[in-house]
């Protein structure tokens, strides 16, 4: 199927049109023409090489809502017509002991991200949802629950799950004490989400200009991390702390705050961990530890909790050919807090 999309074609080349062939319908694929598509930090690290794996051409985007417009032959929970979205993932092995438990971004194979990855029967490259039309295997295909608004839904496919899975995995509910480090595309959501869970949430900030945003998300209280007197009252004050930084940072700061048995969660940086002390992790059996996306199941467990509890991202939204100046922005932290693409504006674009 041929399709049009914006790529990068090089870690220096601005993104701009570009056609391509989606595969044809396998029996269990499902065709989705794309409505909107979240902007992930991560689109711009793989657009720019950052992390040094990145195959051009680059057509990123990862948190994609649409409509279904065709099924295969096997598939039994779609037609089309439906509201669908697709994250992070297209494919993984599927039999593993990760994947059958439904952690399939953690496969013992490696799962096939939905763009920069490479098909697993063909080997050729994934394209993500800069683009008008997307092919995936029916399995990684979610179902956009009524009420959820899907022009703003987006994120959640990523900086929803990345957040919501830590939650989920160290067991936040009533009362539980969650930090979130950066307020962000991810800080924000991770906020929201903890209080959607009836934590107590602590916004823990640089400054104290994020007093206010903070409060607007709903979390009880910020701390300021250069006082230093706040961070020596809060010791022990906090059972979970993500950490959504996405860029190397001091991590000692923080496991003061943890109370015995308390984790720090990192979700956004990729990469070396300057000078940590495990003082601090020896003294109150504190840990730190990392945390991707979660699996389909969980992810799909996220999505309705957000239409039941009427949790969205704060968005922008913009138009395809804003995609290059929507880049600058990001890079300089200059949106609240999500970018979301009006696909329909990518025909005038091209």
Sequence with gaps: MKTIGYAAQSTTSPLEPWAFERRDLRPNDVQMRIDWCGVCHSDLHQARNDWGWSSYPVVPGHEIVGVVTAVGSDVTKYREGDRVAVGCLVDSCQHCDQCEKGEEQLCREGNTQTYN??????????????????????????????GLDPARAAPLLCAGITTWSPLKTWGVTEGTRVGVVGLGGLGHMAVKLAVGLGAHVTVISRSADKAADAA??????????????????ASDSLDLIIDTVPVEHDLNPYLPLL??????????????????SSLPLLLARRRVSGSPIGGIKETQEMLDFCAEKGILPDVEMIRMDEINHAFERLEKSDVRYR??????TLDAAA
């Design 339 to 344: 970018f979301v693409i009006d696909m329909s």
């Design 216 to 233: 607007e998300l709903g979390a009880h209280a910020l701390l300021v991390s250069s006082d230093k007197a706040a961070m020596k009252a």
């Design 259 to 276: 109370d015995v048995d308390g984790t720090l969660v990192l979700v956004g940086q990729l990469g070396p961990i300057p000078n940590m």
């Design 117 to 146: 990855g490479r098909d697993r029967i063909t080997g050729e490259p994934t394209y993500g949802g800069y683009s008008k039309d997307l092919v995936v295997r029916e399995e990684f295909v979610l179902r956009m629950p009524d």
